[in-house]
């Protein structure tokens, strides 16, 4: 329901386009694996699920998944047709004009009049779904759409550092997807190969996740590989410690191994990470180990986790992760939502906690969810700002509130997972097929594990708390009115024109053809003073400050 709230809390538009149009693009040429070396433009991109569809065909029937001139049987509404741009609100996927549009028109209309963003995270889901038995799909033609998809965002954003992550659309069959290293995890550090560090090639084509410094010693971005936590993935067991008869780690274990060290390494360094990844971390969507171990280091790495981010809902949405000793948690009601809007709606729920005071902040962190280029509602792209003054650096190792009773080289307690640790031999034939992944540490013989608590490193004065250098300062996110703009394009294709001509068809396709899409503000979290800077310094930009509300957008959603 999250998902229509957004899509419905459309309450700002305007404007924007006639003010955007005139921001061009100034390319720098550093090659597009380095990391930033000059003073950060404090912006970056978020797109996912582009779900391109060599297969589209514009006017075939949308329920056969846009490929085909007749529906499938036994639909209600066989006679909708496939929309020039992509079909809003359907399970077709996006023709790739649709893809290769949205990237230029981001490309022209996203990047400051100082130059640039300085990063662009995408989280996976770059090839067609599954969903039509008369063209089954191909590890092959998955590759190549990624390949493709790849080469419209170096085009759009040349020089800028791109950080991929795996979705669970593209890989061969969706969803499944074995303990690494595998053909899918070489294929993809082949095909991103310039944007993996190549420090991180070994760890990829394990594990199919990989950390890469953004600004150097100040930001990096881990991608997660979520299919390893997702519970559909019939090929792994769920984050268990151990499995099968050669006691191998079970690749979600060792990814989350793999994440908490190197979390402590970054956090050690003074450094803040953006964790990604294509499957959000709910419960709905991660195995019970999983959502559960992986919520307890996000929770204790708070003042290193500046944020999260994921796509694959392909809605607008948010979570807040909740410690397990986490008291209060909000009075949510669906039915009340979007009574005041969201910003209304949150300061309700937020109302009925129990107060400062009371509630303790280090209990409880948020993550994002980005909608999708792929229109199953509207096609949308976030852009974050962030704080660059470097002046306001915070480094945990000085300021970090730690709980008393850690003992870092205690085990998380799985408690559900009754695998003997003594087996040293065990042991040892893992270590050596995953070497990257650290020593297990041995259970007490005779004793009943003791329950601990380990280090919580949070604390008010992080980025991810309070406004200082590295904090998320907002969004502000663009969407596309697909169906206004197909109807656009309709009406060139059925002009009449006054004299029959033989090329009129081709004239008007081609002219079909020119047509760019075009986005328009959907919403941001901050003033319009703030957002306007950065694209507009000189103009001394004097609009609405809090952007009118959108009462207008379509909510077909919610039918
Ligand atoms: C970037 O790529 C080039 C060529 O592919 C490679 O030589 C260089 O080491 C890479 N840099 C990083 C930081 O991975
Ligand atoms: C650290 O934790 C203690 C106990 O929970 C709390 O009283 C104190 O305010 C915290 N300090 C900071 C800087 O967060
Ligand atoms: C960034 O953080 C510093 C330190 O808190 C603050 O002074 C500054 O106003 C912030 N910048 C923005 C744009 O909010």
């Not at 700002?12 to 930033?36: D, E, G, Y």
Request: aromatic letters at 10%; hydrophobic letters at 35%.
């Amino acid at each position: 329901m999250r998902s229509c709230t957004s899509a419905l809390v459309a309450w700002a538009a305007v404007l924007a386009h006639a003010l955007l149009v005139s921001a061009s693009q100034t390319v720098f040429s550093a090659p597009s694996n380095a990391s930033i070396e000059r003073k950060p433009f404090g912006r970056f991109l978020h797109i996912t699920d582009l779900h391109p569809d060599p297969h589209y065909k514009h006017a075939s029937a949308v329920h056969a998944a846009c490929h085909h001139t007749k529906p499938k049987k036994h639909k209600a509404d066989g006679k909708q047709r496939a929309g020039w741009f992509g079909t809003a609100l359907s399970d077709c996927d996006s023709p790739p004009r649709l893809v290769e549009s949205s990237l230029q028109w981001a490309a022209n209309n996203l990047v400051g009049k100082d130059g640039g963003i300085d990063f662009v995270i995408w989280t996976g889901d770059s090839a067609r779904h599954d969903n039509d038995d008369k063209l089954p799909r191909s590890s092959k033609e998955i590759f190549e759409l990624n390949r493709w998809t790849l080469d419209q965002l170096e085009r759009a954003f040349p020089g800028v550092p791109l950080v991929p992550s795996v979705g669970n659309n593209d890989i061969f069959p969706h969803n499944i997807l074995f303990p690494g290293p595998n053909a899918v995890t070489k294929e993809y550090v082949q095909i991103w190969q310039d944007h993996v560090p190549e420090y991180e090639f070994h760890t990829f084509e394990q594990g199919g996740y990989y950390v890469k410094e953004l600004l150097p010693n100040r930001l990096a971005a881990m991608s997660l590989n979520t299919l390893y936590f997702y519970d559909n993935n019939k090929a792994v067991d769920g984050c268990v410690r151990t499995r099968g008869k050669h006691k191998d780690v079970d690749p979600g274990t060792a990814q989350l191994d793999w994440l908490e060290v190197q979390l402590d390494l970054f956090r050690q360094r003074g450094m803040q990470v953006h964790l990604l990844g294509h499957v959000p971390p709910t419960a709905g969507n991660y195995f019970a180990r999983c959502y559960k171990r992986y919520t307890d280091i996000v929770l204790r790495f708070q003042d290193t986790i500046v944020a999260q981010h994921f796509g694959h809902m392909n809605t607008d949405a948010f979570f807040i992760q909740e410690d397990q000793e986490a008291v209060y948690t909000a009075a949510h009601n669906d039915a009340e939502v979007l009574q005041e809007g969201l910003p209304g709606d949150l300061r309700q729920d937020y109302s009925t906690l129990p107060g400062k005071g009371r509630t303790d902040e280090d209990l409880y962190s948020v993550f994002f969810i980005a909608p999708s280029i792929i229109p199953t509602y509207y096609p949308s792209m976030r852009l974050w700002t962030y704080n660059t003054t470097e002046s306001a650096r915070y480094t945990a190792t000085t300021t970090t509130n730690t709980t008393q009773d850690d003992d870092d080289t205690d085990e998380v307690e799985q408690e559900d997972d009754d695998v003997d640790l003594d087996d040293d031999e065990g042991m040892v034939g893992v270590r050596s097929r995953h070497h990257h992944r650290p020593v297990p540490p041995k259970k007490r013989k005779g004793k009943k594990h003791k329950k601990r608590r380990r280090a919580r490193h949070a604390s008010a004065a992080s980025p991810s708390r309070t406004n200082t250098y590295l904090s998320l300062l907002g969004y502000s996110q663009w969407v596309m009115d697909i169906d206004a703009q197909n109807d656009a394009v309709e009406r060139i294709l059925h002009r009449d024109t006054l004299k029959k001509h033989d090329d009129d068809d081709e004239k008007r396709r081609k002219e079909a053809e020119a047509v760019e899409v075009d986005y328009r503000l959907e919403y941001a979290t901050y003033p319009g003073s703030v957002l306007w800077a950065a694209f507009h310094p000189e103009s001394g930009y004097t609009g609405p400050e809090a952007v009118p509300k959108r009462a207008s957008w379509p909510s077909r959603c919610g039918a």
